[in-house]
């Protein structure tokens, strides 16, 4: 078999199922693993002893060599001796096939804990995207030196956080135009005091030790100079004096008044909304405003967070993904600011009670003008194999299909079967990577190789939007683009779609359904300013500048 990505069908189809060649669904994935199998994350043991164990396999869909294809970045994790692999980028041909990239040094291990997740971005405002690699201390920031090619900056950047990190979110906090790094941390992981601590007993079945009863660390929030280093912000003291146990991160502007917050999903703590005060300072504003508990007034067990406009109201919302016997949170913002409990009005309650989900976002995956769910799904503990009737270990990815008005519903025959094979789902990215106009998928997979799943569903006409910013964000982080099509509008936020510690392609997806073009596309730039332009053509990719205002539209294979 070559080194390009083998078409490897990972779940056959039920006698008398409808694949793209039958009925024509609209939501239909096809499965295919990366390479040969020369590369594959690592968690720790077969039996996940230790917390540390049991996530991770972050992932990044980006175009690192400047191609105008799609390229895969995958985080290599390590052994059970915490002996660190080497991650590993793969260049894609725009087809969908994709070519391990020649062996590069930078993304072998370096000293320190094993890799969890990966932030790529452009944080330099060179036009290249960067790396930044989070590990359990310290963190990595490799800069792409234009041709997919790295050069590690850690040190000389004061980006080295030694924490045990997680998640990470560019953003300009202070808006003075150059990028800032918010920093998710999750345990303050001793190994020797948690093996004196022993198991813990779940369901049964003796299983790891946290991190229920573990100290958390507090997270970390770095401002840029300018000069491609940073220092720690001093924020005021309500960010160190209650660590949680974080893990995803999204940035926007929550209560619209021009500076970017965020919003951190926490494992078992309650989840946090930090209120931008101008960068001077932040505040944790989740417990008032309503989106920090379940509906039953408890903490649950955030794992990944995306954001999104799923009935069309033009206000934003919130989903969650949580642990098994639980369901996965929807947060819908009330124009009066607060955040409620939607879950069970949107129906996802009882389609995501079984699941533990990890990567998670919207996106109008059948191109229909609404905007679809997924999650990528996968639990903790191997033993639970051994519980009658109890989740299973490894579990299937679940893909939820708008109705047009915010409800979801699970399509017929699951998605296809890319969806249906169980696995140790974590990290997860989205992205065309076959210029074919529809959304794909990269999933992350705990102990084993990426895995792309295809759109290959009947979808609707489409076009892309890509948003070059001015100065040191030229990827636009913190714009928000409105795109009308008739009397509808679809709404999107930049830089707001993370999955579960890793990257999607920031550029805008648009589903036109059987409309020709977006009648008209509203900017509003992370200084304030406006711009409208408009029409645009269906089938195109079209990429703005802020600077100048002019709107450069091409096929979308090139």
Same mark, same amino acid.
């Given at each position: 078999?070559?080194?390009?990505?083998?078409?490897?069908?990972?779940?056959?189809?039920?006698?008398?199922?409808?694949?793209?060649?039958?009925?024509?669904?609209? +939501?239909?994935?096809?499965? &295919?693993?990366?390479?040969?199998?020369? $590369?594959?994350?690592?968690? /720790?043991?077969?039996?996940?002893?230790?917390?540390?164990?049991?996530?991770?396999?972050?992932?990044?869909?980006?175009? $690192?060599?400047?191609?105008?294809?799609?390229?895969?970045?995958?985080?290599?994790?390590?052994?059970?001796?915490?002996?660190?692999?080497?991650?590993?980028?793969? $260049?894609?041909?725009?087809?969908?096939?994709?070519?391990?990239?020649?062996?590069?040094?930078?993304?072998?291990?370096?000293?320190?804990? @094993?890799?969890?997740?990966?932030?790529?971005?452009?944080?330099?405002?060179?036009?290249?995207?960067?790396?930044?690699?989070?590990?359990?201390?310290?963190?990595?920031?490799?800069?792409?030196?234009?041709?997919?090619?790295?050069?590690?900056?850690?040190?000389?950047?004061?980006?080295?956080?030694?924490?045990?990190?997680?998640?990470?979110?560019?953003?300009?906090?202070?808006?003075?135009?150059?990028?800032?790094?918010?920093?998710?941390?999750?345990?303050?992981?001793? @190994?020797?005091?948690?093996?004196?601590?022993?198991?813990?007993?779940?369901?049964?079945?003796?299983?790891?030790?946290?991190?229920?009863?573990?100290?958390?660390?507090?997270?970390?929030?770095? #401002?840029?100079?300018?000069?491609?280093?940073?220092?720690?912000?001093?924020?005021? !003291?309500?960010?160190?004096?209650?660590?949680?146990?974080?893990? %995803?991160?999204?940035?926007?502007?929550?209560?619209?008044?021009?500076?970017?917050?965020?919003?951190?999903?926490?494992?078992?703590?309650?989840?946090?909304?930090?209120?931008?005060?101008?960068?001077?300072?932040?505040?944790?504003?989740?417990?008032?405003?309503?989106?920090?508990?379940?509906?039953?007034?408890?903490?649950?067990?955030?794992?990944?967070?995306?954001?999104?406009?799923?009935?069309?109201?033009?206000? =934003?919302?919130?989903?969650?993904?949580?642990?098994?016997?639980?369901?996965?949170?929807?947060?819908?913002?009330?124009?009066?600011?607060?955040? &409620?409990? @939607?879950?069970?009005?949107?129906?996802?309650?009882?389609?995501?009670?079984?699941?533990?989900?990890?990567?998670?976002?919207?996106?109008?995956?059948?191109?229909? %003008?609404?905007?679809?769910?997924?999650?990528?799904?996968?639990?903790?503990?191997?033993?639970?194999?051994?519980?009658?009737?109890?989740?299973?270990?490894?579990?299937?990815?679940?893909?939820?299909?708008?109705?047009?008005?915010?409800?979801?519903?699970?399509?017929?025959?699951?998605?296809?079967?890319?969806?249906?094979?169980?696995?140790?789902?974590?990290?997860?990215?989205?992205?065309?990577?076959?210029?074919?106009?529809?959304?794909?998928?990269?999933?992350?997979? #705990?102990?084993?190789?990426?895995?792309?799943?295809?759109?290959?569903?009947?979808?609707?006409?489409?076009?892309?939007?890509?948003?070059?910013?001015?100065? %040191?964000?030229?990827?636009?982080?913190?714009?928000?683009?409105? /795109?009308?099509?008739?009397?509808?509008?679809?709404? @999107?936020?930049?830089?707001?779609?993370?999955?579960?510690?890793?990257?999607?392609? =920031? &550029?805008?997806?648009?589903?036109?359904?059987?409309?020709?073009?977006?009648?008209?596309?509203?900017?509003?730039?992370?200084?304030?300013?406006?711009?409208?332009?408009? !029409? +645009?053509?269906?089938?195109?990719?079209?990429?703005?500048?802020?600077?100048?205002?002019?709107?450069?539209?091409? !096929?979308?294979?090139?």
């Amino acid at each position: 078999m070559s080194k390009h990505l083998g078409w490897i069908l990972l779940a056959s189809l039920p006698l008398g199922a409808c694949g793209p060649g039958a009925q024509d669904p609209s +939501l239909w994935f096809e499965a &295919r693993t990366l390479g040969d199998g020369e $590369f594959a994350n690592a968690s /720790g043991t077969a039996e996940k002893d230790f917390v540390n164990d049991s996530f991770g396999a972050g992932v990044a869909l980006r175009d $690192f060599n400047g191609d105008g294809h799609l390229d895969i970045f995958a985080i290599g994790g390590g052994d059970a001796q915490g002996k660190a692999n080497g991650d590993a980028l793969f $260049f894609g041909d725009g087809k969908g096939g994709f070519e391990r990239a020649p062996k590069d040094l930078s993304l072998e291990p370096t000293p320190g804990g @094993r890799a969890y997740g990966v932030n790529a971005r452009d944080f330099d405002g060179d036009g290249d995207v960067d790396l930044y690699i989070t590990r359990r201390g310290p963190n990595r920031l490799l800069c792409n030196q234009g041709d997919g090619t790295f050069e590690d900056q850690s040190e000389i950047s004061g980006l080295g956080d030694p924490a045990w990190s997680t998640g990470a979110a560019w953003l300009d906090f202070d808006g003075d135009g150059v990028l800032d790094l918010f920093v998710v941390n999750h345990i303050d992981f001793d @190994r020797d005091a948690v093996m004196e601590r022993g198991k813990s007993l779940y369901l049964g079945q003796s299983v790891y030790y946290g991190p229920t009863g573990l100290p958390a660390q507090a997270d970390h929030l770095y #401002l840029g100079r300018g000069d491609g280093t940073f220092e720690l912000a001093d924020v005021g !003291p309500e960010l160190g004096s209650n660590p949680n146990y974080g893990f %995803g991160v999204i940035v926007f502007d929550e209560d619209q008044d021009g500076d970017l917050d965020l919003y951190v999903a926490n494992d078992t703590t309650p989840n946090q909304l930090w209120r931008n005060d101008g960068g001077a300072g932040m505040s944790d504003q989740a417990a008032r405003l309503g989106c920090a508990l379940s509906m039953e007034g408890g903490p649950q067990a955030g794992m990944g967070v995306a954001l999104g406009d799923a009935d069309g109201d033009l206000q =934003p919302e919130l989903f969650i993904t949580n642990f098994s016997n639980d369901y996965f949170t929807l947060y819908r913002r009330g124009e009066d600011g607060f955040w &409620r409990d @939607r879950t069970t009005r949107s129906r996802l309650h009882a389609l995501t009670w079984k699941s533990l989900g990890w990567a998670c976002g919207f996106g109008d995956l059948d191109s229909d %003008g609404d905007q679809d769910l997924w999650a990528f799904n996968g639990h903790v503990y191997p033993q639970m194999d051994a519980v009658p009737l109890g989740p299973s270990y490894t579990q299937v990815a679940q893909v939820f299909e708008n109705d047009g008005s915010g409800r979801f519903s699970v399509p017929e025959h699951g998605g296809g079967p890319g969806m249906g094979t169980p696995r140790s789902g974590r990290g997860g990215a989205v992205g065309d990577l076959d210029h074919d106009g529809d959304l794909d998928m990269v999933m992350g997979v #705990l102990d084993g190789s990426p895995v792309v799943l295809e759109n290959t569903g009947r979808g609707g006409n489409s076009l892309m939007v890509e948003l070059v910013g001015e100065g %040191g964000n030229r990827e636009a982080i913190g714009a928000t683009v409105e /795109g009308q099509v008739g009397s509808k509008i679809q709404k @999107r936020w930049v830089g707001s779609q993370a999955g579960f510690l890793s990257s999607s392609d =920031p &550029r805008l997806h648009f589903g036109l359904g059987e409309g020709q073009q977006l009648d008209q596309l509203r900017i509003l730039w992370p200084n304030g300013s406006s711009l409208d332009v408009g !029409p +645009l053509q269906a089938g195109q990719i079209h990429r703005i500048d802020q600077a100048t205002g002019q709107v450069q539209s091409g !096929p979308r294979d090139h």
